[in-house]
């Protein structure tokens, strides 16, 4: 594993050049190794980081990277649906032990959240808890579909670099795609609803 020249994306060593890489996840070296199991046949491979250090960030979430290889299959829709159903089950297991695990603040939070890179945009995708399989299923077609959303729209406007953020809205049900300054505007907004 290394970084690449920019420190912008990680690499991992893979025949197919796929994976997905999970920051502190607390899980157990069973469900790892299932997680291994559940994806590695066909040619995505995970790794497990942990630092033993304070973690200093905004974000409360366990980050879980998806490499651009993988970036790309979903965008393009190049991925084979029998992968794309395996790698949704597999991230439903992975969201399921980590939040089971984790002491959140919010009750509709999971802790775990989508790292990504797509052109020039920073992705942070919070996953919502607590959803079944089908509402998994269809959470990630949604999220898939945002992919697309912003790819289209940095290869238009050429932005130079963007933070965005794909927040589920469980009233609507949909995946909303969020600039920095809407997500701080909705922080507060909740902020100011909880006193």
Do not use: W
């Amino acid at each position: 594993m290394s970084y690449d020249e920019n420190y912008t994306t990680l690499r991992i060593p893979s025949e197919t050049g796929l994976s997905i890489v999970l920051e502190n996840a607390p899980l157990k070296p069973s469900e790892q190794q299932k997680i291994n199991e559940m994806i590695n046949k066909y040619g995505i491979d995970v790794c497990f980081l942990e630092y033993r250090a304070i973690v200093n960030s905004v974000f409360d979430s366990i980050p879980v990277f998806l490499n651009p290889d993988i970036t790309n299959l979903l965008i393009s829709g190049f991925m084979m649906p029998a992968v794309y159903d395996v790698f949704k089950e597999c991230l439903h297991y992975m969201v399921m032990k980590i939040s089971s695990r984790k002491h959140l603040k919010e009750k509709n939070e999971s802790g775990v959240a989508f790292r990504l890179k797509i052109n020039n945009a920073d992705i942070y995708a919070p996953i919502p808890s607590g959803l079944s399989d089908t509402q998994f299923s269809a959470y990630m077609d949604m999220i898939k579909n945002s992919f697309m959303k912003v790819n289209k729209e940095q290869k238009e406007t050429k932005t130079d670099y963007q933070q965005l953020f794909l927040m589920y809205d469980s009233e609507t049900e949909k995946v909303e795609i969020k600039t920095v300054q809407d997500y701080a505007k909705m922080q507060m907004e909740k902020k100011d609803e909880s006193k």
